[in-house]
């Protein structure tokens, strides 16, 4: 009874160290979509074009991926607890500086720290779920911490269209930014970075970390997820920046229900992201099959809404957004497959530099697409922001398509690890 007492204990505990680093990767998520709720707010206030809010969007983006591959040393060197509190008041820091902005500069500035901030939380709760869970609970845990991340987004949509009618966009970030503030103080208060921090382990240090860095860009096996994970998140990022906008022009929806519908995605995900990873670890044990599979269907989705932009009636582009957020649940095999390729004890480093494949996706096509309507619009304006053409959504969520068609082709040159770590089976054949 003492050691069952005992695990009932550590298991409670453990998820006590990994929920304050996953409720701040939730904010995190919550900032990648909330430009789609006030981009129309922001070109009013402003008197930016469509390229300027999807600059802004994206500038989180260029920060999250400048130091993912950093922020997973600084953590494998220096702790969960240091780093996902120091990140957590960055990120409140730059929201609420993005509140009070004036002018473009400051609204940058803040938008820039709010991507420097999040950039250590999801990889701060995967370091967690590595160091206080057993390894053959990781494949889960990465999908349930994506899934945390699906909440963030659903919490930008309806909620924060919800909040932004009640205290104004700017009023808006001022609650976000003090609730992150709150919560990294909290997260700094609770977290260890070990289950033997009480007897006096410590992090590793940089140097040894530094090193494992160089084993894993060098290896051949860790870029087909990088780059998969690239086109499939560089698809669903420009849909939950432009989803919003494209209903208000081309439906005619206030934001409030444009935001809603906007939300059968990240409902679907709620279910599909687990499932995926649950499935992949305990019934397929399999990771490449199930990636391929779900990113093909992904891009076949993609390639139907591409094609009937403004045509379906809004119950069917509801039921199309909830099929694609089911099978857009394969990206969180993403994860398992860069560690599992990669030597074990470099968990933290691999995880990094795949999950930045992602997000240099969104970084570095959201400016482009934004551009691509801005080439398409007509002049029509409604209430100082741009009102784009049905033809303007069409090309950019093309491109979209594209997009994740390319991740379906990408994930056949993934390595099929039947979860677990191959590093020395492929080390060997490679020789």
Excluded at 232 to 242: E, R, T
Excluded at 335 to 340: A, K, S, T
Excluded at 348 to 359: D, I, P, R, S, T
């Amino acid at each position: 009874m003492v050691s069952l007492s005992g695990m009932q204990f550590s298991a409670r505990r453990a998820w006590a160290m990994w929920s304050l680093p996953a409720l701040l990767f939730l904010v995190a998520f919550f900032h990648r979509g909330a430009p789609s709720i006030i981009a129309k707010d922001l070109m009013q206030e402003f008197g930016v074009t469509g390229a300027v809010v999807g600059l802004l969007s994206a500038t989180y983006f260029y920060a999250y991926a400048g130091l993912m591959i950093p922020g997973g040393l600084l953590l494998d060197g220096l702790g969960v607890r240091r780093v996902v509190a120091a990140g957590g008041v960055v990120m409140g820091l730059g929201t609420l500086a993005m509140g009070a902005a004036g002018g473009e500069r400051l609204l940058f500035a803040g938008r820039f720290g709010v991507g420097l901030g999040a950039s250590v939380t999801f990889i701060g709760a995967l370091k967690v779920a590595a160091t206080w869970f057993p390894p053959s609970r990781f494949g889960f845990l990465s999908a349930v911490t994506a899934t945390v991340g699906v909440l963030g987004a659903l919490a930008s949509t309806a909620p924060l269209a919800l909040l932004v009618a009640l205290a104004g966009w700017r009023g808006a970030l001022w609650v976000v930014g003090g609730l992150t503030l709150a919560a990294a103080l909290l997260c700094w208060a609770v977290v260890r970075d070990r289950p033997d921090a009480a007897a006096g382990g410590a992090a590793p240090g940089l140097r040894p970390v530094l090193a494992g860095m160089l084993v894993v860009l060098g290896n051949r096996h860790t870029w087909p997820p990088f780059l998969a994970f690239f086109c499939l998140y560089a698809a669903a990022g420009n849909l939950f920046l432009w989803v919003v906008p494209y209903l208000r022009d081309v439906y005619g929806l206030s934001a409030g229900d444009a935001a809603l519908v906007a939300t059968a995605p990240s409902l679907a995900l709620l279910v599909s992201g687990p499932l995926t990873g649950w499935l992949s670890d305990r019934v397929w044990r399999r990771r490449k099959l199930p990636y391929a599979l779900l990113a093909a269907a992904y891009g076949a989705f993609w390639v139907v809404f591409a094609a009937t932009l403004g045509v379906l009636p809004l119950g069917a582009v509801y039921a199309l957004f909830f099929a694609m957020g089911l099978v857009g649940g394969g990206f969180v095999l993403t994860w398992p497959i860069g560690r599992e390729v990669n030597p074990p004890h470099l968990a933290g480093v691999a995880v990094a530099v795949v999950n930045l494949g992602g997000f240099l996706g969104a970084a570095l096509t959201q400016g482009p697409i934004g551009a691509v309507l801005d080439a398409r619009w007509t002049g029509v304006l409604a209430g100082g922001a741009r009102v784009y053409p049905v033809g303007a959504y069409q090309a950019a969520f093309a491109v979209c398509a594209a997009l994740a068609l390319g991740a379906a082709l990408l994930s056949l040159l993934l390595r099929e690890t039947r979860g677990r770590n191959v590093y020395a089976e492929l080390s060997t054949r490679d020789a």
